[in-house]
């Protein structure tokens, strides 16, 4: 069996080394054994571990989600059902993040399109606007 240090994990899952440590600390992801010169050693296991947690990450999953993912992933049983209720908390997070861009977006597209008019030479209108509102 071929055994990966941890900066070849890094390499291989694009986590950075001190993430990885991290993970071990705070037990998302398992400590590895030790070779004889006191270097961590990951199996193959740990890489798809390692692996589950770059892609749960990028669905917005939190560490403390993810951990409570990969013990439903290690015990199995009923584990359908509290996965689905973990991703539909996610798509509400997601649907409320989404409104809140989407009306983010409609205030700056507002204030650019006070900087298109030509009565605004010498001033900015979005550093006025923005002024006004820290006085309120």
């Known amino acids: 069996m071929n055994y990966l240090k941890i900066g070849e994990l890094a390499k291989e899952t694009g986590l950075k080394s001190t993430a ?7 037990g998302v992801f398992q400590k590895p054994s030790l070779n004889d010169s006191g270097y961590r050693q990951y199996d193959e296991k740990a890489v798809r571990t390692a692996k589950f947690i770059v892609h749960a990450k990028e669905l917005g999953f939190s ?4 951990a409570d993912l990969l013990s439903l ?8 059902k509290k ?14 993040k989404i409104t809140a861009l989407k009306k983010l977006k409609k205030k700056l597209t507002t204030l650019e399109k006070l900087c298109g008019s030509k009565k605004y030479d010498d001033s900015c209108p979005i550093l006025e606007v923005l002024d006004e509102w820290s006085a309120q």
């Open 20 to 26: 990885i440590r991290y993970y071990e600390r705070i």
């Open 63 to 66: 560490l403390k989600e993810i």
């Open 73 to 80: 992933r290690l015990n199995g049983k009923n584990s359908c």
């Open 83 to 96: 996965v689905m209720a973990l991703t539909a908390v996610k798509i509400a997070d997601t649907d409320k």
